[in-house]
């Protein structure tokens, strides 16, 4: 068993900011990993980091862009919190030296991204992600913080009392993805989850392949429920091919669309008279969408993207990047052809429910990163606002786990008196149920009696057994095939454009995937870096996630942001100013709701129509 | 934990028996021949072009993969398919123990680098209709092996840590939180290739020299280190002390100009060149000559 006070899964940005920030505050933290750090999948962003750092600017702006971005879902205080953070938080990783674009100056250079009212997006190249990833990984080398990477995080060890709000999380059970061997880690004080997107849920997606919603489902298994599921971010550039990303910057820097017919579609058809191209994502996918529907799409499947005009030098100073990747994926070459583009998976907004503080209802059990849901993004996120939430509520997170005192929080987590009950919707089907305890549904038995080590000693028993069970298993299903069905039902029935009946569709399908499951096998017998295994455990995590984002989307009988649905084309605001929560009880998802949080500081932020 | 070194170059591929699907003479016998049918008429039925990859094949604790071997696929070719989507494809359809790491598939993250067709390179980022066929697809040479195309990276990252790569001027910045140290473009340009490294450990790989010396910090930790030595941001003193670590015995001068390294980098990062400028500058600022 290791033992540290702040025990941090996951090393992305949000994963190395906390265990920073924790370190700082004197804690003894650990990272667990599954893949070396500088493998995370923030080294893919690309655009840059919303932070208002110049005159003119001013965090009020970016709070409103931010609140009118998501649709009236986010929730104030967060929102807030973002935006005071940022500008210190940014201009903290450039005296890390992390290498910024600069202007004559020598200060840093900011561009515009979608939806917002100040050219505020700071960035590096358009290889911003990596260049914060690496900065903050040198940051964790030279405090020297113990990381365990190449260990798999399978479960989380919490106590079982009935009401999650009184459970207790003490550590983490892991296995070495290099021998195999699975071991406890014991938190003294607290686990931050930061694991990332749960994109391999739909099979056309800009995540990487380790995004598998693992914290998501563990989190979610241990009674703290997953908040705004439905609200999955559609990009509008990514290649059709393989869903590889092509950064927001583009449009930025005044990339153009056009329909097969070289319109320029966002403006003849009025999807954003304003803002065009610029447009916030949502408005920008369904319109690219309904463009290829009405039979304006190239090779029926997609749209151009143009930056030609913009020059090779402009291109090659702020958007290298995306030649090589439209070079390498598309063999397009971006400076003499316009690229192929469509929407792609991108975002969660959602996750796991958290206060300011990162902290779930289960005590000691923290949430930081795109697995969170402090609700700063609410029905659509914008771009560039990613990197900032991750090292402003990572640090928040990592500090509050190592027993800094950083005020009361104005959010609530967990099931209490301020949620209103349970939906009339009719479900297709009973979700969750199919007999699928063996993965330690709650926790440990033992209940409030257990000291942490007993509770973390029998997760160790239970993560073993249920390896040894899937890998002494000779034949039955493999993961590889589940895991494609899964895909596809949620990319044919909950993607960017929703209908009641697809949406049910798809929840029987998960339902079918979760009955096969039960018959999953491990092929490889070896006990030496076995992905299949691996594989075998993110695939169950993903039919779990995949359950609750197609359930709010079934439940949320409205049109807000990124949720569109065919028969509900308005937003609701006397019913829907509200989270979904989805909360795990004895092995199926129970449903509740919270009230957004539209009183700011100094004001509150009222509803209004969102034109571009 | 028993490993392996992988000398792919002195490997005997076995014969190619021409068959549809994953096999080869090991496999036959390790599989009792089942399995291996079964891949073979999955593949049969496959229609239109197919892509014949050889993987190199080894798991210390598997009967019959504990020799090193190679394995056939036949995978259904699609365009603009890489090197890593066949063997993706060879995984999740034909053998899920076939063992690599991948995450981005977009050349960031760096975990794919793989020896293909007797070079380094990024799997994700080689396209296969570039590439002769049968396409040999190798673990990175001179690297332990762990499992199939899985190497162990753990010299590579000492090595990356020993040149302290981090920013070191941080504890004296502007005295406001909010404001920023200068930098002009022009030395954003100056550093920004070497910014771009990926840790995949080709570069490494490719090396002669880094393969006869051990302690040879090799191209990609000089090149994290020139990143930082070249940043105007960091003062003059930190730059001696940087130049001092890069111009010991198994730094900068081991270095024979072989351009290997730069050749292989799937990022375009001049590295012979990063390496020669950092000699130019321990030489004018005096430091010792090995
Ligand atoms: C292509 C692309 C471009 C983007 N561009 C931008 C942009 O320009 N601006 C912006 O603001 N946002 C951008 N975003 C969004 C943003 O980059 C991500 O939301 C963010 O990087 C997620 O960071 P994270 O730290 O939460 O997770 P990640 O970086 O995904 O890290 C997850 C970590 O968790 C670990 N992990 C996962 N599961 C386990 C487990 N079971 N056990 C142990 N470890 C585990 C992984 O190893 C990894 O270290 C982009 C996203 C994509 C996909
Ligand atoms: S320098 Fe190039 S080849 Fe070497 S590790 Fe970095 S990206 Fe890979
Ligand atoms: S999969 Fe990330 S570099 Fe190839």
């Known amino acids: ?612 | 934990m028993s490993t392996q070194q992988a000398e792919p170059e002195s490997q005997e591929a076995p014969e190619d028996p021409a068959m549809k699907g994953a096999e080869s003479p090991a496999a036959d016998e390790q599989n009792g021949g089942g399995m291996v049918d079964e891949h073979a008429e999955k593949a049969a039925e496959l229609e239109g072009e197919t892509v014949h990859i050889k993987v190199f094949r080894y798991d210390p604790e598997v009967e019959g993969k504990q020799e090193p071997r190679f394995d056939d696929f036949h995978v259904p070719f699609e365009k603009g398919m890489t090197v890593l989507d066949s063997v993706m494809y060879a995984r999740d359809e034909y053998d899920s123990s076939l063992t690599f790491r991948h995450s981005c598939r977009q050349a960031v993250c760096g975990s794919d680098a793989f020896f293909v067709n007797g070079k380094q390179r990024l799997g994700c980022k080689t396209q296969i209709s570039d590439l002769e066929q049968p396409v040999r697809i190798e673990p990175l040479p001179h690297q332990e092996v762990v499992k199939d195309l899985v190497v162990d990276m753990d010299h590579f990252y000492d090595q990356m840590h020993t040149v302290e790569p981090y920013f070191q001027d941080e504890d004296t910045p502007p005295v406001d939180d909010l404001e920023e140290q200068r930098q002009s473009p022009e030395n954003r340009e100056k550093i920004k290739m070497s910014s771009r490294c990926i840790w995949c450990g080709a570069c490494m790989s490719s090396c002669n020299i880094a393969a006869g010396d051990n302690e040879y910090l090799g191209p990609a930790a000089i090149n994290k280190a020139y990143k930082f030595a070249m940043d105007d941001r960091e003062g003059e003193e930190i730059k001696e002390h940087r130049l001092r670590i890069l111009e010991q015995e198994h730094g900068v001068w081991r270095c024979q100009t072989q351009f290997s390294c730069t050749e292989v980098c799937p990022k375009d990062i001049p590295l012979t060149e990063h390496i020669q400028e950092l000699k130019r500058e321990a030489v004018k600022k005096n430091l010792k000559f090995w």
């Open chain 1, 1 to 612: 068993m290791y033992e540290h006070d702040v025990i941090v899964v996951g090393a992305g940005g949000a994963g190395l900011r906390a265990a920073i920030a924790a370190n700082e505050a004197g804690a003894d933290v650990a990272m667990v990993t599954k893949l070396h750090p500088v493998r995370s999948h923030t080294g893919a962003a690309e655009g840059g980091i919303n932070a208002a750092l110049q005159e003119g600017d001013d965090w009020e702006l970016h709070a409103y862009d931010t609140m009118k971005g998501s649709d009236y879902l986010g929730d104030a205080p967060a929102v807030e919190t973002l935006a005071q953070n940022a500008p210190e938080e940014t201009i903290n990783l450039e005296h890390w030296g992390m290498p910024f674009s600069r202007e004559e100056d020598g200060t840093v250079s900011q561009r515009p991204f979608g939806g917002l009212s100040y050219p505020r997006t700071t960035y590096a190249g358009a290889e911003t992600g990596h260049h914060l990833l690496h900065t903050m990984y040198e940051q964790v080398v030279k405090r020297g913080i113990q990381v365990y990477d190449e260990w798999y995080v399978m479960d989380l060890a919490t106590t079982d009392e009935d009401d999650p709000n009184d459970r207790e999380c003490h550590g983490v059970v892991a296995y070495d993805v290099q021998s195999g061997n699975i071991e406890g880690f014991k938190a003294n004080n607290g686990v931050v989850l930061a694991t990332g997107g749960p994109g391999q849920a739909f099979d056309h997606t800009t995540n990487a392949v380790s995004c598998t919603g693992d914290g998501h489902a563990m989190a979610y298994r241990a009674g703290a429920p997953l908040e705004d599921m439905e609200f999955i971010q559609f990009h509008p550039t990514s290649l059709p091919s393989t869903g590889v990303l092509i950064s927001e910057g583009v449009r930025g820097e005044g990339g153009i669309l056009y329909n097969s017919e070289g319109e320029r579609f966002m403006f003849e058809y009025g999807y954003a008279n304003n803002s065009g191209e610029l447009a916030s994502r949502d408005v920008v996918a369904r319109a690219e969408l309904t463009e290829v529907d009405e039979g304006r799409g190239v090779d029926d499947e997609y749209v151009h993207l143009d930056m030609r005009h913009l020059g090779e030098e402009r291109i090659m100073d702020r958007l290298e990047n995306i030649l090589h990747l439209a070079e390498d994926f598309e063999g397009v070459d971006g400076l003499v052809e316009p690229m192929p583009v469509k929407p792609g998976q991108h975002y969660a907004m959602g996750g796991i429910e958290v206060d300011e503080n990162g902290q779930t209802c289960v005590d000691g059990l923290y949430a930081a990163g795109e697995c969170a849901c402090v609700s700063v993004h609410g029905g659509n996120r914008l771009g560039g606002n990613a990197l900032p939430e991750l090292i402003v509520f990572g640090k928040r997170a990592g500090q509050h786990a190592a027993g800094e005192d950083l005020g009361e929080p104005e959010i609530r987590t967990g099931y209490g008196d301020d949620v209103e009950d349970e939906t009339d919707t009719e479900l297709p089907v009973a979700p969750g149920k199919a007999g699928l305890e063996t993965s330690g549904s709650v926790a440990a038995d033992g209940g409030v009696a257990a000291d942490a080590e007993g509770v973390l000693q029998r997760k160790v028993e239970t993560a073993r057994e249920r390896v040894d069970t899937l890998m002494d298993k000779e034949d039955g299903v493999q993961h590889a095939e589940i895991r494609a069905k899964l895909q596809k039902a949620m990319t044919d029935y909950v993607n960017v454009f929703r209908t009641e009946e697809g949406v049910k569709k798809a929840l029987e399908i998960i339902r079918e995937c979760r009955e096969e499951y039960q018959d999953v096998y491990v092929d490889d017998p070896s006990r030496t870096f076995n992905t299949d295994l691996q594989q075998t455990i993110e695939t169950r995590n993903l039919i779990d996630v995949a359950e609750t984002i197609a359930l709010g989307a079934l439940v949320r009988d409205e049109f807000r942001g990124a949720h569109w649905r065919k028969e509900h084309q308005e937003r609701k605001d006397e019913e829907w100013l509200k989270h979904t929560l989805i909360s795990w009880d004895d092995g199926e998802p129970s449903i509740f709701y919270r009230p957004v949080i539209l009183e700011g500081e100094n004001k509150t932020y009222e509803p209004k129509e969102r034109s571009y």
